[in-house]
Nanobody, 118 residues
Framework: QLQLVESGGGLVQPGGSLRLSCLASGFRLGSYTIGWFRQAPGKEREMVSCISSSGGWTTYAESIKGRFTISRSNANNTVYLQMNTLKPEDTAVYYC???????????WGQGTQVPVSS
């Protein structure tokens, strides 16, 4: 069964950091462009960052540029999202999926919750 499993979320204070992981199970992640997405309470799901299969191309939402960094280890079958200088408005459930466009994602995993609060 092909799936992506998110982990690494948790309560963090404003200004803090977290690293999220997206582990592929049942397939080799290295052939796919992978995106991180998030859904805040009462808001639509949005793309946060995306990375090409080789890691040579990345893109970021304007709201997190300069604070978040996406990376990948195809050897470990994992994509990461390093989140620094977290703000309360970053509070959301974070998901990873194949591709960069919300509407083209066929199915979503459980996600990992990131509450940013003092």
């Amino acid at each position: 069964q092909l799936q992506l499993v998110e982990s690494g979320g948790g309560l963090v204070q404003p200004g803090g950091s977290l690293r999220l992981s997206c582990l592929a199970s049942g397939f080799r992640l290295g052939s796919y462009t992978i995106g991180w997405f998030r859904q805040a309470p009462g808001k639509e799901r949005e793309m946060v960052s995306c990375i090409s299969s080789s890691g040579g191309w990345t893109t970021y939402a304007e709201s997190i540029k300069g604070r978040f960094t996406i990376s990948r280890s195809n050897a470990n079958n994992t994509v990461y999202l390093q989140m620094n200088t977290l703000k309360p408005e970053d509070t959301a459930v974070y998901y990873c999926a194949s591709g960069c466009t919300v509407s083209r994602v066929g199915s979503w995993g459980q996600g990992t919750q990131v509450p940013v609060s003092s």
